[in-house]
Protein backbone atom coordinates (compact mmCIF):
# COMPACT_ATOMS: atom_id res chain seq x y z
CA UNK A 1 0.00 0.00 0.00
CA UNK A 2 0.98 3.79 -0.30
CA UNK A 3 2.62 5.45 2.68
CA UNK A 4 -0.06 7.77 4.08
CA UNK A 5 2.02 10.99 2.54
CA UNK A 6 1.39 9.42 -0.76
CA UNK A 7 -2.37 8.77 -0.47
CA UNK A 8 -2.83 12.37 1.46
CA UNK A 9 -1.13 14.24 -1.84
CA UNK A 10 -3.30 11.94 -4.22
CA UNK A 11 -6.90 12.89 -2.70
CA UNK A 12 -5.49 16.33 -1.89
CA UNK A 13 -5.33 17.08 -5.71
CA UNK A 14 -8.41 15.24 -6.67
CA UNK A 15 -10.87 16.95 -4.70
CA UNK A 16 -8.57 20.77 -5.09
CA UNK A 17 -7.31 21.42 -1.61
CA UNK A 18 -6.35 19.66 1.86
CA UNK A 19 -8.95 19.73 4.71
CA UNK A 20 -9.54 17.38 7.99
CA UNK A 21 -12.20 15.95 5.84
CA UNK A 22 -9.64 14.73 3.26
CA UNK A 23 -7.47 13.66 6.27
CA UNK A 24 -9.84 11.76 8.25
CA UNK A 25 -11.04 9.72 4.61
CA UNK A 26 -7.35 8.55 3.86
CA UNK A 27 -7.33 7.03 7.61
CA UNK A 28 -10.63 5.80 7.12
CA UNK A 29 -9.77 3.95 4.20
CA UNK A 30 -6.48 2.52 4.82
CA UNK A 31 -7.52 1.28 8.35
CA UNK A 32 -10.81 -0.35 6.46
CA UNK A 33 -8.75 -1.95 4.00
CA UNK A 34 -6.63 -2.87 6.36
CA UNK A 35 -9.69 -4.51 8.56
CA UNK A 36 -10.54 -7.05 5.83
CA UNK A 37 -6.88 -7.94 4.99
CA UNK A 38 -6.46 -5.60 2.00
CA UNK A 39 -3.29 -4.45 1.26
CA UNK A 40 -2.87 -3.19 -1.95
CA UNK A 41 -6.56 -2.50 -3.53
CA UNK A 42 -5.62 -1.09 -6.77
CA UNK A 43 -4.04 -4.53 -7.76
CA UNK A 44 -5.72 -6.44 -10.56
CA UNK A 45 -5.98 -9.08 -7.64
CA UNK A 46 -8.54 -6.88 -5.40
CA UNK A 47 -10.09 -4.29 -7.30
CA UNK A 48 -12.98 -6.00 -8.94
CA UNK A 49 -13.13 -7.65 -5.45
CA UNK A 50 -13.92 -4.53 -2.90
CA UNK A 51 -16.79 -2.90 -1.98
CA UNK A 52 -17.43 0.28 0.25
CA UNK A 53 -20.65 1.71 1.08
CA UNK A 54 -19.61 5.58 2.43
CA UNK A 55 -22.11 6.79 4.57
CA UNK A 56 -21.68 10.39 3.85
CA UNK A 57 -21.45 12.63 0.84
CA UNK A 58 -18.72 15.15 2.05
CA UNK A 59 -14.68 15.47 1.35
CA UNK A 60 -14.14 11.95 2.85
CA UNK A 61 -15.79 10.08 0.22
CA UNK A 62 -13.61 11.32 -2.20
CA UNK A 63 -10.09 10.15 -0.06
CA UNK A 64 -12.33 6.77 -0.03
CA UNK A 65 -12.53 6.51 -3.54
CA UNK A 66 -9.05 7.53 -3.96
CA UNK A 67 -7.26 5.08 -1.66
CA UNK A 68 -9.41 2.37 -2.29
CA UNK A 69 -9.78 2.53 -6.30
CA UNK A 70 -13.74 1.73 -5.60
CA UNK A 71 -15.76 3.83 -7.74
CA UNK A 72 -19.66 4.47 -8.39
CA UNK A 73 -19.10 3.72 -12.28
CA UNK A 74 -17.81 0.23 -10.92
CA UNK A 75 -20.40 -0.42 -9.43
CA UNK A 76 -17.91 -0.60 -6.19
CA UNK A 77 -18.41 2.77 -4.07
CA UNK A 78 -21.82 2.97 -2.52
CA UNK A 79 -23.17 5.97 -1.41
CA UNK A 80 -26.18 5.67 1.15
CA UNK A 81 -25.69 8.93 2.69
CA UNK A 82 -26.81 8.96 6.37
CA UNK A 83 -24.79 12.10 7.31
CA UNK A 84 -22.17 9.75 9.29
CA UNK A 85 -18.66 9.61 9.06
CA UNK A 86 -18.36 6.31 8.37
CA UNK A 87 -17.49 3.74 5.61
CA UNK A 88 -18.18 -0.26 5.88
CA UNK A 89 -15.50 -1.58 3.62
CA UNK A 90 -16.83 -5.61 2.13
CA UNK A 91 -14.03 -8.19 0.85
CA UNK A 92 -16.21 -9.87 -1.76
CA UNK A 93 -13.90 -12.45 -2.23
CA UNK A 94 -14.32 -13.65 2.07
CA UNK A 95 -17.45 -11.50 2.89
CA UNK A 96 -15.58 -10.28 5.73
CA UNK A 97 -17.29 -6.71 6.61
CA UNK A 98 -16.41 -4.02 8.51
CA UNK A 99 -17.89 -0.62 9.36
CA UNK A 100 -15.35 2.33 10.28
CA UNK A 101 -16.55 5.37 12.11
CA UNK A 102 -15.51 8.18 12.91
CA UNK A 103 -14.94 8.63 16.72
CA UNK A 104 -16.53 12.29 17.44
CA UNK A 105 -14.55 12.86 20.35
CA UNK A 106 -11.06 12.77 17.87
CA UNK A 107 -12.51 16.49 17.07
CA UNK A 108 -11.87 17.11 20.51
CA UNK A 109 -8.46 15.57 20.98
CA UNK A 110 -6.55 17.53 18.25
CA UNK A 111 -4.97 20.36 20.62
CA UNK A 112 -3.21 17.55 21.79
CA UNK A 113 -2.13 16.33 18.69
CA UNK A 114 -0.96 19.57 17.10
CA UNK A 115 -0.80 22.39 20.12
CA UNK A 116 0.94 24.82 18.45
CA UNK A 117 -1.87 25.23 15.68
CA UNK A 118 -4.41 28.11 16.48
CA UNK A 119 -6.47 27.36 13.23
CA UNK A 120 -9.16 25.10 14.48
CA UNK A 121 -9.82 23.18 10.98
CA UNK A 122 -5.72 23.16 10.48
CA UNK A 123 -5.40 21.52 14.34
CA UNK A 124 -7.89 19.02 12.87
CA UNK A 125 -5.89 17.88 9.97
CA UNK A 126 -2.44 18.10 11.40
CA UNK A 127 -3.67 15.91 14.31
CA UNK A 128 -6.21 13.35 12.31
CA UNK A 129 -2.59 12.63 10.73
CA UNK A 130 -0.66 11.50 13.70
CA UNK A 131 -3.43 11.05 16.19
CA UNK A 132 -3.71 6.25 16.97
CA UNK A 133 -6.50 4.62 15.06
CA UNK A 134 -7.92 3.72 18.46
CA UNK A 135 -8.67 7.52 19.50
CA UNK A 136 -9.39 8.40 15.84
CA UNK A 137 -11.83 5.64 14.56
CA UNK A 138 -13.82 2.71 15.92
CA UNK A 139 -14.38 -0.60 13.94
CA UNK A 140 -17.56 -2.79 13.86
CA UNK A 141 -17.88 -6.27 12.49
CA UNK A 142 -20.86 -6.08 10.62
CA UNK A 143 -23.01 -8.03 7.77
CA UNK A 144 -23.83 -6.74 4.40
CA UNK A 145 -26.22 -8.69 2.30
CA UNK A 146 -25.65 -7.25 -1.38
CA UNK A 147 -28.02 -8.46 -3.88
CA UNK A 148 -26.90 -9.79 -7.06
CA UNK A 149 -28.42 -6.50 -9.25
CA UNK A 150 -26.38 -4.05 -7.23
CA UNK A 151 -22.79 -6.04 -7.70
CA UNK A 152 -20.30 -5.00 -9.71
CA UNK A 153 -20.38 -6.33 -13.84
CA UNK A 154 -22.59 -6.24 -16.38
CA UNK A 155 -26.32 -5.24 -15.94
CA UNK A 156 -28.11 -8.17 -15.09
CA UNK A 157 -31.29 -6.72 -16.24
CA UNK A 158 -32.91 -3.85 -18.75
CA UNK A 159 -36.53 -2.89 -19.58
CA UNK A 160 -38.47 0.25 -20.60
CA UNK A 161 -40.58 2.66 -18.50
CA UNK A 162 -44.31 2.06 -19.98
CA UNK A 163 -45.21 5.41 -19.13
CA UNK A 164 -41.58 8.09 -20.31
CA UNK A 165 -39.83 5.43 -22.54
CA UNK A 166 -36.51 5.40 -20.18
CA UNK A 167 -34.90 2.14 -19.72
CA UNK A 168 -34.10 1.01 -16.43
CA UNK A 169 -30.81 -1.24 -15.63
CA UNK A 170 -30.29 -3.54 -12.83
CA UNK A 171 -34.22 -4.35 -11.45
CA UNK A 172 -34.60 -1.01 -10.57
CA UNK A 173 -37.76 -0.33 -12.23
CA UNK A 174 -41.06 -0.41 -10.51
CA UNK A 175 -44.33 -2.61 -11.12
CA UNK A 176 -47.80 -1.07 -10.40
CA UNK A 177 -50.97 -2.59 -11.19
CA UNK A 178 -48.74 -4.66 -13.48
CA UNK A 179 -47.50 -1.72 -15.29
CA UNK A 180 -43.95 -1.29 -15.22
CA UNK A 181 -42.41 1.83 -14.34
CA UNK A 182 -39.04 3.97 -13.85
CA UNK A 183 -38.98 5.17 -10.07
CA UNK A 184 -39.44 9.05 -11.34
CA UNK A 185 -42.91 8.47 -13.10
CA UNK A 186 -43.47 5.72 -10.23
CA UNK A 187 -42.80 8.15 -7.16
CA UNK A 188 -41.96 11.26 -8.47
CA UNK A 189 -38.38 12.21 -8.86
CA UNK A 190 -35.60 15.21 -8.01
CA UNK A 191 -36.87 16.43 -11.38
CA UNK A 192 -39.91 17.77 -13.01
CA UNK A 193 -40.79 16.75 -16.66
CA UNK A 194 -41.59 19.48 -19.11
CA UNK A 195 -45.07 17.96 -20.10
Known amino acids: MKSLEE ?17 LGVRLARA ?3 QIGIDDPLSDRWRKNIMVYVEIDR ?20 IVDYGIM ?33 NKYEQQRQAYR ?11 EVKVTI ?17 CGDHVVDMREVKIDG ?7 ARGGYFARGD
Open 7 to 23: HLAETAAFHGGDCPGQT
Open 32 to 34: GLQ
Open 59 to 78: CAADALMIVTGCRVGKRTLK
Open 86 to 118: AATFINLKTGRAVRVIAREEARSLAPKYAPEET
Open 130 to 140: VMPDEELLSFE
Open 147 to 163: PPEDLPGSPISRVACER
Open 179 to 185: VTLCRPC
